[in-house]
């Protein structure tokens, strides 16, 4: 073979930058994620202060938005919002047929977990974002279909579906709702005095570790 071949490192750079372009944008108003996750970080970034994303964020979001396209092919900035208390909610996916099988309502995700040390009790983040789905649907089950993208790592390394219906009581769901109700007005009363949160709370210990916003994050510097 005479053929030459020659990285392409320019390519990779300018796909990083296309992907900038598309999740550095800043979102308008409140959303039901901005009570799950870190809220220092939604303060900064409500305050217009957050860094860009990396590229390690860029590559995940890219492939869990990519994965979501396939199953139900709408772009992040046209699907189906609702809004409850002024807070803005956009489930997954919601009465859709998958082959014969109806589904009211399911969160997808994306995860490097180990598919056989997981357990979906433990993700109090995804739990909560589920029941805000189910408070605007007005229906009390959802479905966490969860792709393991390295699957079971060594014992069996390929990506992984696995799907767990949870059924909440109303009293789950409403007590849920005046916690994300809780933790938005925490924020607004942070953003109202141009300090600190009253309350740091988090989605899960490791939070941190990939965040944007750790260089310039008091938590993230060791202060918080």
């Not at 870190?38 to 979001?61: A, D, V």
Request: proline share 6%.
């Amino acid at each position: 073979m005479t053929m030459n071949i020659t990285e392409n490192p320019e390519f990779i750079d300018a796909l990083y930058e296309y992907l900038g372009e598309e999740y550095n944008q800043q979102r308008e108003g409140d959303h039901l994620t901005d009570f799950l996750y870190c809220n220092y970080k939604t303060i900064i970034r409500k305050r217009g202060e957050s860094l860009p994303t990396t590229n390690q964020q860029r590559m995940i979001y890219w492939v869990g938005n990519a994965l979501q396209y396939y199953m139900q092919p709408v772009r992040p900035e046209d699907e189906k919002e609702y809004e409850i208390d002024g807070i803005k909610l956009r489930p997954d996916i919601e009465n859709k047929y998958i082959a014969h099988l109806y589904v009211p309502l399911a969160e997808m995700k994306t995860t490097r977990a180990i598919l056989s040390k997981f357990d979906p009790k433990q993700n109090e983040h995804y739990i909560r974002q589920m029941q805000g789905y189910c408070k605007c649907l007005g229906v009390t089950t959802a479905v966490l279909f969860t792709i393991f993208l390295l699957g079971d790592w060594w014992a069996d390394p390929f990506p992984t579906p696995r799907a767990w219906t949870f059924e909440f009581t109303q009293e789950e769901i409403d007590d849920n709702w005046k916690e994300i109700l809780r933790r938005r007005d925490i924020v607004h009363e942070a953003l109202k005095n141009g300090g600190l949160p009253r309350e740091h709370i988090m989605a899960f210990k490791n939070e941190c570790r990939y965040c944007e916003n750790k260089p310039i994050c008091p938590k993230g510097n060791g202060n918080g």
